[in-house]
T-cell receptor, first 111, second 119 residues
Framework: DQQVKQNSPSLSVQEGRISILNCDYT??????FLWYKKYPAEGPTFLIS?????DKNEDGRFTVFLNKSAKHLSLHIVPSQPGDSAVYFC??????????FGKGTRLHILP | DAGVIQSPRHEVTEMGQEVTLRCKPI?????LFWYRQTMMRGLELLIY????????DSGMPEDRFSAKMPNASFSTLKIQPSEPRDSAVYFC?????????????????FGPGTRLTVL
């Protein structure tokens, strides 16, 4: 049973517009959430995270929003750039060092 | 730092053969993770170690899979015998956590992965 769900396998967005990637989780014990970005033939790299005590975290063009009551988080990328084309993994963590990843969403930034 | 090093980068083998994947974590990191990525299941955790001790192996598919961490700078993931359904990209990642109950002080750093094809 998937504890972290990314229901959109892919997403296409025009360059310069906003990209919104969504993620849902089922385990209420999760208290730390992360987004990783993955290019082909490379390992995932950390992008941004948020603790459950916050509802928003911003880093440059990237903002993560957390809605605990809905068990939902989203990643906003504004403005979208060609280099943002990648697979984005949502991940969640409870106690300890174990991270549970979603299946990923492939983002295509269109010129 | 060279980052997490994995070898080989690509492995093609025949069904029934033994496969050994290798990982060298980032120096100073004490947590090591093995993941498998497939189209169907995404990125799933197989096993993780803290201070060379296996903490959670609940993601290991079956007895054909085994992992070891003989010292802080080396880990192996072995599949014996291999089957076509084991074909996937296998990632190793490392981080630092004070104990296995505490969260990493930093994020997990991933290696480039090993693409395994079992014919």
């Amino acid at each position: 049973d998937q504890q972290v769900k990314q229901n959109s396998p892919s997403l296409s967005v025009q360059e310069g517009r906003i990209s919104i990637l969504n993620c849902d989780y089922t385990n209420s014990m999760f208290d730390y959430f992360l987004w990783y970005k993955k290019y082909p033939a490379e390992g995932p790299t950390f992008l941004i995270s948020i603790s459950s005590i916050k509802d928003k975290n911003e880093d440059g063009r990237f903002t993560v929003f957390l809605n605990k009551s809905a068990k939902h988080l989203s990643l906003h990328i504004v403005p979208s750039q060609p280099g943002d084309s990648a697979v984005y993994f949502c991940a969640a963590s409870g106690q300890g060092d174990k991270i549970i990843f979603g299946k990923g969403t492939r983002l295509h930034i269109l010129p | 730092d060279a980052g997490v090093i994995q070898s080989p980068r690509h492995e093609v083998t025949e069904m029934g053969q033994e496969v050994t994947l290798r990982c060298k974590p980032i120096s100073g990191h004490n947590s090591l993770f093995w993941y498998r990525q497939t189209m169907m299941r995404g990125l799933e955790l197989l096993i993780y170690f803290n201070n060379n001790v296996p903490i959670d192996d609940s993601g290991m598919p079956e007895d054909r899979f085994s992992a070891k961490m003989p010292n802080a700078s080396f880990s192996t993931l072995k599949i014996q015998p291999s089957e076509p359904r084991d074909s996937a990209v296998y990632f190793c990642a490392s981080s630092y956590a004070h104990t296995h109950l505490s969260r990493s002080t930093d994020t997990q750093y991933f290696g480039p992965g090993t693409r395994l094809t079992v014919l």
